[in-house]
């Protein structure tokens, strides 16, 4: 997530490392870097010239207390300026549920619809609600067959009444999910290729009629500082909630998620950072400023692996792990659970430090894991758990049954039993930590 924008405040800010102290003379260079990588990165001029104002004043008047070094005093100024550019405080999506109604709005082509999928699936999973969806997209062909195709994938169930009129079909989907207990209900409608007068009166109507708690308007981030403009356009419109920026997980002109909240005071609630249907985060001014620093975000990485991996089915294994009786069923299934927190790279950017140590560009290759499930499953019940029966005439057969070398096989059990063997001195209190 704005990979680019935060290396280069990394790398500005590093160069202050080693400096006795603070002064003019020393920041500007760090200070004309910073303004730079805001600019490319599509932050409004206005927005960084007004940040950068702000960073110097205060740390030029900033005395240095004798336990922080220069560049720790300095990191946490541009870290909380940067903070109140994001919102400062998370903006929280109603959770009343009566059900809570929500309306979804946006150009054509922001990924709406997608986006309103991607939040009732965040609703189930991390609020634990019942969400339906509503089909108010009438106009778009093929919009509404798209929505119930996401609602399948996600089995989340869509109303819909086909190409009927808007109002009524979202007053009679509400009445529904009163009737059978929906928590939220999310509605899809329209949306053209510019604002115009009879978009913004049929969601007015929608409004009028059914009083919604909240409007979120969808809008595509990489079409950079106009998404300013299009957030100004409803907003003039309509009572806007907060903001949903899909398609941050590209680079570039991503950097408009700094320049929303000071430029149209309308919060970002969610942000895009994946195609996937659990590509869509809760959005965070604190950690996100700590990811684009380098900090880290242990906290979302903490959140994302509790709501995909089984708290019993990892428990009973740590316990194995202990005991030592780790088999290679025991570490399919735990492969099983990684693959479901999306890309491992992902989860390392969340890792404090992670750039100084070289890994913040690291790729790893999704086939990699889908060989070593295949060389496991090749091999039979009795092998997976007893794996040092495994020699050369057994190799061969799982070789040419997962399509992979001898070689590969050889390295995974080494892999395997050097993991093993970690286990045992942890358990013992042999192993040291290497820090």
């Not at 300095?74 to 903006?91: H, S, W, Y």
Request: glycine share 8%.
């Amino acid at each position: 997530m704005l990979e680019n924008l935060g290396d280069r405040l990394q790398n500005a800010i590093h160069k202050i490392k080693g400096y006795g102290k603070i002064t003019e003379e020393n920041i500007n260079e760090i200070i004309r870097e910073i303004r730079l990588a805001l600019l490319e990165a599509d932050v409004n001029y206005q927005v960084v010239k007004m940040f950068i104002a702000n960073v110097k004043e205060k740390a030029l008047g900033k005395e240095v207390q004798t336990s922080l070094k220069p560049s720790e005093v300095f990191v946490n100024i541009v870290k909380d300026e940067l903070i109140k550019l994001l919102g400062e405080e998370q903006a929280d999506i109603n959770t009343d549920g009566k059900p809570a109604l929500l309306m979804l709005v946006g150009l054509q082509g922001s990924g709406k619809t997608t986006t309103i999928g991607k939040l009732g699936l965040l609703l189930r999973k991390k609020y634990h609600k019942k969400p339906l969806l509503i089909a108010c997209d009438v106009y778009r062909p093929a919009a509404i067959e798209q929505l119930k195709q996401i609602g399948k994938q996600l089995e989340i169930p869509v109303y819909d009444e086909g190409a009927g009129d808007p109002i009524t079909i979202a007053t009679n989907g509400v009445e529904y999910a009163k009737e059978n207990g929906y928590d939220y209900v999310l509605i899809d409608t329209a949306g053209r290729l510019h604002i115009d007068d009879d978009l913004m009166k049929e969601l007015t109507l929608i409004n009028d009629k059914l009083s919604v708690d909240e409007i979120i308007l969808v809008v595509d981030s990489m079409t950079g500082q106009d998404a300013i403009n299009v957030i100004e356009g409803f907003n003039s419109k309509l009572p806007l909630t907060g903001a949903i920026l899909t398609k941050l997980d590209g680079d570039t002109k991503g950097g408009v998620a700094l320049s929303v909240r000071q430029l149209t005071n309308v919060p970002i609630k969610f942000v895009g950072v994946s195609e996937k249907m659990d590509g869509l985060e809760v959005f965070n001014p604190e950690r996100m400023a700590g990811r684009l620093l380098g900090m880290g975000d242990l906290l979302s990485m903490v959140e994302k692996v509790e709501e995909v991996i089984d708290k019993e089915e990892a428990l009973k294994t740590a316990k194995k792990m202990q005991k030592g009786d780790f088999d290679l069923e025991d570490f399919l299934a735990q492969l099983k659970q990684i693959k479901k927190l999306g890309p491992l790279e992902n989860l390392l950017k969340m890792i404090p430090g992670v750039s100084k140590m070289g890994l913040n560009n690291v790729q790893i290759n999704p086939k990699d894991m889908a060989h070593i499930e295949a060389i496991i499953l090749s091999m039979t019940p009795y092998e997976r758990r007893h794996p040092d029966v495994l020699k050369a005439t057994r190799k061969i057969r799982i070789a040419k049954g997962s399509g992979r070398s001898v070689e590969e096989i050889n390295r995974l059990l080494k892999q395997f039993e050097q993991m093993k063997k970690m286990m045992k001195q942890f358990k013992n209190g042999n192993l040291k930590m290497p820090f």
